[in-house]
C-alpha cells in the first residue's frame, strides 16, 4: 500500500486528495493545508510518497520546511504539481536522500473539490524527475486511472504553454463571444440562454474535428473558403462598436491565414490580401 502525504490543500489538491482516497491500495496520511501550515514530522515520516501541490511561488517554502530535521526523507518520493517547474525545485530534498519529480495532470483544476470529481481520469500526467521518481510517478498515474507520460527538464515548459493555451486562452478567447453575445444576441429572443447554450455544439463539432483530423484538415469558414469580402465585413462592424475585440480578432484572423495556407485552400497571392486586411486593423486599433 502506498502511504502517501498531500501538502496544499487547493483546487488541484483537493481534487488529487479525493482521487487517491478511492483507491484502497493508497493511503493518505496527511493533509497539511498550506505551506505555512505546521507540517507533523511523525506522519510525513510514515508517507512513503509526498505531493506538494501549492502555488509554484510557495513550492521552495515548502521544500524548505520539509528539508528540517526531523523529518527523514531518504528513499522518500516527492513531487510537485507545477506545470511550469521542474524538479530542480526540490534540489535540496534530492540532498537530503529522495528521490525528487514533478506530476503535472493536464486537467483544468477551477475551484477546490469537495468529492470525488473524476477529474484525474483518463487524462495526461507529465511526469519528470530521477529514474526512482518517474517510475513511482508512473504507477501513481495508473492508480488514479490517469495516462502518464514523461517528459524532460528542458521541454516542461514549453509543455506548460500548450497547456496555458489549450485551456487558459481558450477560456479568454470564448469570453469575447460572451462580450459580443450578450450585447448583440441574446437579448433577440434568447434571454434564458446563456452565450454558451448557442455555441456549445459549434465548439464541440470543431474540437471533435480536430481531435479526429487533426486542425489543419478540419478548418472551415470565410478564410478558408477565400471569402474576403465577410472578413471585411466583420473587422469593419467590429470597428464601428467593438473595438475592444478587435486585437483578438485580427490576430487570430492573421494565424488563420496561416492554418488556411498549410491546407492549400488560399493561394500565395489570396493570403497576402487578407493579411494586407488584418494587419491595416490590427495596427489601427
Given at each position: 500500500?502506498?502511504?502517501?502525504?498531500?501538502?496544499?490543500?487547493?483546487?488541484?489538491?483537493?481534487?488529487?486528495?479525493?482521487?487517491?482516497?478511492?483507491?484502497?491500495?493508497?493511503?493518505?496520511?496527511?493533509?497539511?493545508?498550506?505551506?505555512?501550515?505546521?507540517?507533523?514530522?511523525?506522519?510525513?515520516?510514515?508517507?512513503?510518497?509526498?505531493?506538494?501541490?501549492?502555488?509554484?511561488?510557495?513550492?521552495?517554502?515548502?521544500?524548505?520546511?520539509?528539508?528540517?530535521?526531523?523529518?527523514?526523507?531518504?528513499?522518500?518520493?516527492?513531487?510537485?504539481?507545477?506545470?511550469?517547474?521542474?524538479?530542480?525545485?526540490?534540489?535540496?530534498?534530492?540532498?537530503?536522500?529522495?528521490?525528487?519529480?514533478?506530476?503535472?495532470p493536464v486537467q483544468t483544476f477551477e475551484s477546490r473539490a469537495g468529492k470525488y470529481s473524476h477529474r484525474f481520469k483518463n487524462i495526461y500526467i507529465a511526469i519528470e524527475g530521477s529514474k526512482e521518481s518517474v517510475k513511482a510517478g508512473l504507477r501513481i498515474s495508473k492508480l488514479l486511472d490517469a495516462m502518464p507520460f514523461v517528459i524532460s527538464k528542458e521541454d516542461k515548459i514549453?509543455?506548460?504553454?500548450?497547456?496555458?493555451?489549450?485551456?487558459?486562452?481558450?477560456?479568454?478567447?470564448?469570453?469575447?463571444?460572451?462580450?459580443?453575445?450578450?450585447?448583440?444576441?441574446?437579448?433577440?429572443?434568447?434571454?434564458?440562454?446563456?452565450?454558451?447554450?448557442?455555441?456549445?455544439?459549434?465548439?464541440?463539432?470543431?474540437?471533435?474535428?480536430?481531435?479526429?483530423?487533426?486542425?489543419?484538415?478540419?478548418?472551415?469558414?470565410?478564410?478558408?473558403?477565400?471569402?474576403?469580402?465577410?472578413?471585411?465585413?466583420?473587422?469593419?462592424?467590429?470597428?464601428?462598436?467593438?473595438?475592444?475585440?478587435?486585437?483578438?480578432?485580427?490576430?487570430?484572423?492573421?494565424?488563420?491565414?496561416?492554418?488556411?495556407?498549410?491546407?492549400?485552400?488560399?493561394?500565395?497571392?489570396?493570403?497576402?490580401?487578407?493579411?494586407?486586411?488584418?494587419?491595416?486593423?490590427?495596427?489601427?486599433?
Amino acid at each position: 500500500m502506498h502511504k502517501i502525504a498531500i501538502i496544499g490543500y487547493g483546487k488541484l489538491g483537493s481534487h488529487l486528495f479525493h482521487s487517491l482516497k478511492r483507491n484502497r491500495r493508497i493511503k493518505v496520511t496527511t493533509v497539511v493545508r498550506n505551506s505555512k501550515s505546521i507540517i507533523n514530522p511523525a506522519l510525513i515520516n510514515l508517507s512513503d510518497i509526498i505531493f506538494i501541490c501549492t502555488q509554484d511561488s510557495k513550492i521552495r517554502n515548502a521544500a524548505k520546511s520539509l528539508s528540517a530535521k526531523p523529518f527523514d526523507l531518504k528513499k522518500k518520493y516527492i513531487f510537485h504539481t507545477s506545470g511550469s517547474l521542474n524538479s530542480d525545485e526540490l534540489v535540496n530534498l534530492k540532498n537530503k536522500g529522495a528521490h525528487t519529480g514533478s506530476f503535472h495532470p493536464v486537467q483544468t483544476f477551477e475551484s477546490r473539490a469537495g468529492k470525488y470529481s473524476h477529474r484525474f481520469k483518463n487524462i495526461y500526467i507529465a511526469i519528470e524527475g530521477s529514474k526512482e521518481s518517474v517510475k513511482a510517478g508512473l504507477r501513481i498515474s495508473k492508480l488514479l486511472d490517469a495516462m502518464p507520460f514523461v517528459i524532460s527538464k528542458e521541454d516542461k515548459i514549453y509543455h506548460h504553454i500548450c497547456c496555458v493555451i489549450a485551456s487558459n486562452f481558450l477560456a479568454a478567447h470564448l469570453h469575447q463571444i460572451d462580450k459580443l453575445s450578450r450585447k448583440r444576441i441574446l437579448k433577440n429572443g434568447f434571454n434564458n440562454l446563456s452565450f454558451f447554450s448557442i455555441y456549445k455544439p459549434l465548439v464541440e463539432q470543431a474540437l471533435e474535428n480536430i481531435a479526429r483530423k487533426g486542425a489543419v484538415k478540419s478548418l472551415s469558414g470565410p478564410v478558408e473558403r477565400n471569402d474576403l469580402n465577410t472578413i471585411n465585413k466583420h473587422l469593419k462592424a467590429l470597428s464601428k462598436k467593438h473595438r475592444d475585440i478587435l486585437p483578438l480578432y485580427s490576430l487570430m484572423g492573421i494565424e488563420t491565414v496561416k492554418l488556411a495556407l498549410k491546407k492549400k485552400s488560399l493561394t500565395q497571392n489570396e493570403a497576402k490580401k487578407f493579411l494586407t486586411l488584418l494587419n491595416k486593423y490590427l495596427k489601427n486599433h
